[in-house]
Structures are given as C-alpha cells and as structure tokens.
C-alpha cells in the first residue's frame, strides 16, 4: 500500500475519531441538538468531490439526454417524472411521455452507486448542475448515513447520502462541530405495504 494511501487511511480513522469523541461530549453534557439520532445511525469516512456548472438550455438537453440514470426524479414546467434504470414516468395511454429538459425546474439524480446530479433552474436559460462524486481520493474527507424518507409514490421510499464535516459554527473558528452540507439522492426504495 502506497504511503499517501496510508496517510489518507489514518486521517479517515482520525475524522471517524473525533466525530465519536464529540458525540459522547454532547452526550454527557445533555446537548444533542446538533447530532439528531446520531446513535442510531451507521456512519462512514468517504472523500466527497463537489462541483458546480452553469449550463445555458442547449447544452443543458444535450448533457441530460446523454446520461444512463440510475434513479432520479424531476419537475419540469408542467409535470413530475421519476426516472428508474432510465425508464421516465409518468405514461400515459401507454404511451412513455419523456420530459422536455429545456423546461427542467429541479432535479435529483443517481448516475450510479457513486455519482449524483442535482439540477436546479436560474431563471431564464440559465440551470446550475451541482455533481457529486463519493469515493474520489482526491475529494475531501466527510462522514456519510444513509437516510430514508416515505415518499408519496405508493409506500416507495427515498433514501439519500447525507454528508457531514466538522466546520465553525457561524464562522467562529474556536467553535467547531460536525454539521450536515451535503445530501445526495441514491434510489427509490421497495416498495412497501401500508395497512
């Protein structure tokens, strides 16, 4: 194993470390409101890449419709699609009705287990795509749960990477604590019976 590779392993086990540490401080002192359920979470060390682009409509269509989607959904002007293993809904009359990526207002959506895009409108031709790439190492360190929300799509679940990092508490440097600053839409989860 490479040496920079070590290093990267040691300062992941040193975030892991600290986070535990903090947690139990909040614990004994009563304060939990910052770390909400943190016991009963599953919490990983994984390098987070983050970038921004801004993409007039043209460019915007031609990237989208070039892309194999995990899962995603999307509201546009006039309706909401979900997306899965790039099959888009709604459709109607037996008919799929694809969506016009040139009226997109937002979007979350998982390229695979790894990548995620979140389209958001600027006004006018203006969209910003904010993509997020977990496990690059050259991304930087951030703890990462798996949560899981009930949708309104028949008993479906959502279920979304939630990132946090030890930042300053409103810019106070003396006062540092893990915060959420980051979630990325995984997939749609089984579809569930409700009784």
Partial sequence: MSESRMTMLKEDADILAGFVAEMKTHLRSGDRTDLPAAL???WTVVRLTKADATYGRE?????????????GWM?????VYIVER?????????????????RVLDADLALDDTTGLRVTHLGGTRWRVKTM????ETGHPHLMT??????????????????????AVEGNEALRCH?????????????EVRR
């Fill in 59 to 71: 460019a915007l269509c031609a990237m989208l419709d070039g892309l194999a989607i995990k899962a």
């Fill in 146 to 167: 798996k949560d899981t929300h009930y949708s309104v799509l028949k008993g479906r679940t959502l279920r979304h990477a939630v990132y946090w990092r030890e930042e």
């Fill in 179 to 191: 915060q959420p600053v980051a979630a990325r839409f995984l997939d749609f989860g089984e579809r």
């Fill in 40 to 42: 009963d979470r599953t």
């Fill in 75 to 79: 509201v546009t002007t006039d309706a």
């Fill in 86 to 102: 790039n099959t888009w809904s709604p459709w109607r009359q037996g008919k799929q009705i694809l969506p016009d990526f040139g």
């Fill in 133 to 136: 790439l977990e496990g690059d």
